[in-house]
């Protein structure tokens, strides 16, 4: 623990945010004569669909506490683009019921303090891939658990409380089959370990790229007992701003985090459940959205490989994945000399040293400029 300076006040030891150290390759970047193109963080710039604002701006006249469960609307829309999208299935077999469901401020912060949420502890260990967004590991740390990273092909280590999934991965849009998912439910299962399935990027599989649901029941077998899935809709359906997320899985667990969240005030804005709601229902804009991304991956790709960069993985998501064969903040720096800033591997673990994480999530015209710039 850290202490401020102030008697009795301890915050918890953290590493520095990883974005923070990136401040001298942007400043380059900057500088560049055409203005930098920012492919360091995942954010969206296009626009939120038209019928999802009109449904914020519908509800801007809430002057009461809205429900930390959500409105049965919002679960119920949630529940059909599971089942409509992803397989997820609706039957009580199968375990999946709109009171199984529960929208979050975001997906960044329930990842953040689910391990706090659930009870864990200095005894306890949470799980995550070895190259993996940095807030699994700060979850564990702030609940005071043993964080692990964990390599595909290894076994979840004794102790193991909670794993996370998370495929497609971020950083490297690697996909996991249906397979690979359910043997690692199997093995938590065995463990007495709750799954937690990060499934952000699940709407955005790229072409010819086939996802899985932790809950689909090809991958859970008939019950979702000890799952959890995370979904945003910050990357399908450009909501970042709006922070709305949801978790949704097994009923026992899910009525748990409802009632610490009850307590906690960890309530999403009645007119953030109205925008989500009408997300939920249309299919339309996450199609569009999918496109424009495979699109700018088409673009992208080619020129990194062309400046003799290797792209690995990145058949999914928002990301590509990209090396050089050398130490990744030397990658960065070559990049930014040419006005292009993207995010050093290391970010993402030790196994990240050599690569450098490129998003897509630029203009089409910011794209075609960085394409350009590799060009030269």
């Not at 964080?147 to 092909?153: E, K």
């Not at 953030?272 to 992208?300: F, G, I, P, S, W």
Request: a negative charge; proline letters at 8%.
């Amino acid at each position: 623990m850290t202490t401020t300076g102030r008697v009795g006040v301890h915050f918890p030891a953290l590493p520095d945010f990883p974005w923070d150290s990136l401040a001298g390759a942007a400043a380059v970047a900057r500088g560049h004569p055409d203005g930098v193109v920012d492919l360091s963080v995942g954010t969206p710039v296009d626009p939120v669909p038209a019928a999802v604002g009109e449904a914020l701006r519908a509800a801007w006249d809430s002057p009461g506490y809205p429900q930390t469960w959500g409105t049965p609307a919002l679960r119920e829309a949630a529940v059909d683009a599971l089942a409509r999208r992803h397989g997820a299935g609706r039957s009580s077999d199968e375990g999946l019921d709109p009171d199984a469901v529960l929208p979050t401020i975001g997906s960044k912060e329930l990842v953040a303090w689910l391990p706090t949420l659930l009870g864990l502890g200095r005894d306890d260990v949470v799980a995550f891939p070895d190259l993996a967004y940095p807030t699994y590991e700060v979850g564990a740390q702030l609940a005071g658990a043993t964080p692990a990273r964990v390599r595909d092909d290894e076994p979840l280590p004794a102790g193991t409380r909670l794993a996370w999934l998370n495929s497609p991965s971020n950083p490297t849009g690697r996909v996991l089959d249906a397979a690979a998912l359910a043997a690692r439910v199997a093995e938590a299962r065995e463990l007495g370990a709750v799954v937690a399935a990060d499934e952000c990027y699940l709407a955005l599989p790229g072409p010819g790229v086939l996802t899985t649901s932790v809950l689909d029941p090809v991958v859970h077998g008939g019950s979702v007992e000890g799952l959890l899935a995370v979904h945003s809709l910050s990357k399908t359906s450009n909501l970042a701003g709006y922070r709305a997320g949801l978790v949704a899985g097994d009923p026992v667990l899910v009525a748990g985090l409802l009632q610490v969240r009850k307590h906690a005030g960890m309530i999403v804005p009645r007119p953030v459940q109205e925008a989500m709601t009408v997300a939920l229902r249309d299919d339309v804009h996450v199609a569009e959205t999918r496109a424009r991304y495979d699109d700018r991956r088409r673009v992208l790709r080619p020129a990194l490989e062309a400046a003799g960069l290797r792209v690995e993985h990145s058949e999914a998501g928002l990301y590509l994945w990209a090396t050089a064969d050398e130490p990744c903040r030397t990658t960065v720096d070559r990049l930014a000399a040419r006005g292009i800033l993207v995010a050093p591997g290391e970010f993402y673990g030790p196994a990240g040293g050599a690569h450098v994480r490129v998003a897509l999530t630029a203009s089409d015209e910011r794209i075609a400029a960085a394409a350009e710039r590799l060009a030269e």
